[in-house]
């Protein structure tokens, strides 16, 4: 064990959090702030909080090293990106707590854990021209970098990376009075599950201190505080239903994947198209509006008919027409209301045409699992709202179709509109021109008179009863697409033959999840259709209409600890680990509050399906420093514990005398599991009772896998086997020193080496096999 930092920080820091792949450390402090630092103590980037007052309950890293699971006690969990700190996904749980006397605060986000499978899944390895969909679609270009967009692309690059692996991952959260959050990839949302199902208790209400996972996800462990009575109870869990469907899993999930990836490019889109048609028309507008408003009621379509039939400007016209709008401003207006339109219908028609269609081909694929109950049933998939979100994207793309429609009509009549203004104010001005340019066409005629019908829509916004009530004026049809409301203007589509074919033959509609009419959403704009499909595609995958613990069943529940002081939750340490080459579940815990306790310890083994356990109590001694001045049945407090690996318990302890020191403790699992004993896992007895044996293990341990920590008073303990590293927080919040666990006994020899020279130790560790397994030197 190697020093290789210590470190003073301006703010009190809390929890602490290794990445298993890369050397980076997560860092959450009292002012709800999360840090990641590099080994060597380099800031990588600082998140604040949400909102204020608001701090972190609880971390955990993706698998892969590329995102944390961050929960806030706000009930609030954001997935971040390692590299960016962009929010990739973000979840609010204190609306799920539907319960008057319990509210968010109470509960927050106890716990998160994060586990990956072990094994690949033969469906993301082995090649299906079926599934490969680029095959039948286009591939959607990025959004258009003309206008900037809301969304950041590293979104969609952080949404691939989720679902393009080749294992599978778990994220489990813990919220409420015993609810746990299941997400495959921490993106598709699987379902909820709470305790009280599982442990047939309906009034039961509970905090859930850890869960685990077992490597195969057959079976999960969750320790957790039964609020009525405040002890801690151990449940098994019986999740073969993860294991046994986890191509299925996948599958869905990748398809999830691909349908948010569209959804998101499709808001990329719509930002830009709304942005386009705000910065070009924004100024006429204003203008138009503020004419509408020196005018009666329906007077701007008037006064124009008037001049198109007339000749004569009214005099509120002229005086706009020459002084407001002007010639060259009429140009200028012209060529940029052209831009406009072409920037949009380019968007339409390149942009939302083609994850329109991508969306209807996806979800057919997802409707086609649905027909495959024995196989996707337990996912909660229900064909019915598969259909209806197919629905909802036929529905947009037709709603697509109809605004390129509408911009083509627009483009034509507003040419004609313009160059007729254009004519008007140089007769006004009695500037000699070219008859080519005056001239106009009864064809033109034409389409300024359907321009102009219609062409008020002044809408009265506030009070009813307003003496002076603000005007609204909407400039032209393209407008109200853009808008999140009704269409004031609708097209008229009654000669259109598909329409008319479906009110003769109205028997086609009966029952048809195929040919379906559109009049529903003919009110609709674009805005509110994308609305629509989005609200569709989450009620698929919407975790409340799903009832997952019906395949959860419990293995056993045992009550583990006594709580009669009534300790609060927060005073216990709580450390989970799976032990895949033994195929058991390790777990420690302390009550800090009560320094004299021991050190409770539980290993249960699955293997082959049949459940043992043992237990013990143990702790530790002032004659392991071996020294005669000690008393040696003098107890060492315990400050904090952590499983390093499958090997290896960490413990910091406080040191027998020196009170400004502690004492770092690599505690071998082989000695703990030798001096523990047996018990009925179908026990309904108080597991640690007053007759389990309390083992001192400072005799039984070698002096090389302990340390004591000068001037370092210790309170909590973070540590990482598959890094070989550990970092200890000091009792004030305000100092840490980060340690490398040695591996090569020749580096023991000078502690004094350079340490650069570790940083190749630390990386080439990853790639060691973990079959070989070295002891831990200090």
């Keep these: 064990m190697r020093q290789m930092e210590e470190k003073h920080v301006a703010n009190k820091v809390d929890l602490m959090v290794w990445s298993n792949r890369l050397d980076l450390l997560a860092l959450s402090n009292f002012k709800g702030e999360v840090q990641v630092h590099r080994l060597h103590w380099q800031k990588v980037w600082n998140l604040p909080p949400p909102k204020d007052g608001v701090t972190v309950q609880a971390m955990a890293w993706r698998p892969d090293g590329k995102a944390l699971a961050i929960g806030y006690s706000s009930g609030t969990v954001c997935i971040v990106d390692i590299e960016d ?20 605060n109470d509960y927050g986000i106890p716990c998160i854990s994060w586990t990956v499978k072990s094994g690949t899944l033969e469906s993301a390895l082995e090649y299906n021209l079926y599934d490969d969909a680029s095959i039948f679609l286009l591939k959607a270009p990025s959004p258009s970098t003309s206008y900037k967009s ?12 989720s679902v393009d692996n080749t294992q599978l991952s778990m994220l489990m959260i813990a919220f409420g009075s015993g609810s746990i959050y299941l997400s495959v990839f921490g993106r598709y949302p699987y379902g909820i599950i709470h305790l009280s199902q599982i442990t047939k208790d309906e009034c039961g209400e509970y905090k859930i201190l850890d869960i685990k996972l077992s490597d195969d996800f057959s079976v999960m462990q969750v320790l957790y505080l039964e609020k009525t009575s405040n002890n801690i109870y151990l449940s098994v869990v019986n999740t073969s239903v993860l294991s046994g469907f986890a191509e299925e899993m996948f599958v869905v999930a990748t398809r999830h994947g691909q349908i948010v990836e569209l959804l998101s490019h499709l808001d990329q889109t719509m930002v830009s198209i709304t942005e386009a048609w705000e910065h070009i028309l924004l100024e006429m507008d204003t203008k138009m509006a503020y004419y509408a408003s020196s005018v009666p009621e329906g007077g701007v379509s008037a006064d124009l008919l008037e001049l198109l039939m007339l000749g004569v400007p009214s005099d509120e016209l002229e005086l706009f027409l020459l002084q407001e709008l002007t010639a060259k401003g009429l140009k200028k207006f012209g060529n940029s209301v052209e831009l406009s339109y072409s920037t949009i219908q380019k968007l339409v028609l390149k942009q939302l045409n083609i994850v329109g269609q991508s969306l209807t081909y996806h979800l057919s694929e997802l409707r086609g699992l649905t027909r495959v109950p024995d196989r996707y049933k337990v996912l909660g998939l229900e064909e019915k709202m598969v259909t209806e979100a197919i629905k909802a994207s036929c529905a947009f793309l037709n709603k697509c179709l109809e605004l390129q429609q509408v911009i083509d009509v627009s483009m034509r009549n507003y040419k004609a509109f313009f160059r007729w203004l254009f004519v008007v104010i140089v007769r006004l001005l009695d500037e000699q021109t070219s008859s080519e340019i005056v001239k106009i066409t009864q064809q033109e005629l034409t389409h300024i008179a359907e321009f102009l019908y219609n062409f008020d829509n002044v809408q009265v916004e506030g009070s009813e009863h307003s003496s002076e009530k603000p005007v609204k004026f909407n400039l032209e049809r393209l407008g109200q697409y853009l808008l999140d409301q009704d269409l004031t203007i609708l097209p008229d589509d009654e000669d259109n033959p598909w329409h008319k074919f479906l009110r003769e033959n109205s028997c086609l509609l009966k029952d048809n999840d195929t040919i379906f009419p559109m009049m529903d959403f003919k009110k609709f704009s674009l805005v509110q259709q994308q609305h629509y499909l989005k609200n569709a595609v989450r009620k698929i995958f919407n975790v409340k209409d799903k009832d997952v613990g019906k395949y959860f069943s419990i293995l056993y529940n045992l009550k583990c600890f006594d709580n009669p002081n009534n300790v609060s939750s927060e005073q216990f340490k709580v450390s989970q680990m799976f032990d895949s080459s033994e195929e058991r579940f390790l777990t420690a815990f302390i009550d800090t509050e009560n320094s004299t306790e021991a050190i409770c310890f539980m290993a ?4 082959e399906k049949v459940c043992s356990s043992i237990a013990s109590k143990f702790f530790f001694t002032s004659c392991l420093l071996n020294d005669s001045d000690y008393v040696q049945d003098k107890k060492l407090q315990i400050l904090d514990l952590q499983f390093y690996s499958s ?27 030798e001096n523990s004993s047996e018990f009925n896992i179908k026990t309904k007895s108080l597991v640690f009772n007053e007759k389990i044996l309390k083992v001192n293990l400072s005799p039984l341990i070698e002096s090389g896998v302990f340390k004591v920590l000068e001037k370092m008073d210790g309170f909590r ?5 598959n890094r070989k590293v550990a970092v200890v927080l000091s009792k004030s919040h305000r100092k840490v020193r980060v340690f490398e666990m040695e591996i090569d006994g020749e580096e023991e020899e000078d502690e004094t080496l350079d340490t650069t020279s570790l940083s190749h130790t630390t990386h080439d560790s990853v790639n060691r096999s973990t079959e070989h397994q070295e002891d831990i030197i200090f």
């Design 150 to 161: 809301q969304v950041p692309e590293d979104t969609t690059k952080s949404l691939k990376e």
């Design 717 to 721: 303990i973070a540590v990482s086997g």
């Design 647 to 673: 090997e290896y318990l960490s413990v910091l302890v406080k040191h027998p005398s020196t009170n400004d020191s502690s004492i770092f403790i690599q505690v071998p699992i082989k000695i703990i599991i």
């Design 85 to 104: 700190k962009e929010i990739i996904d973000k979840y609010d749980f204190a609306c799920e707590m539907t319960e008057e006397l319990y509210s968010s």
């Design 604 to 607: 249960v083994s699955i293997k």
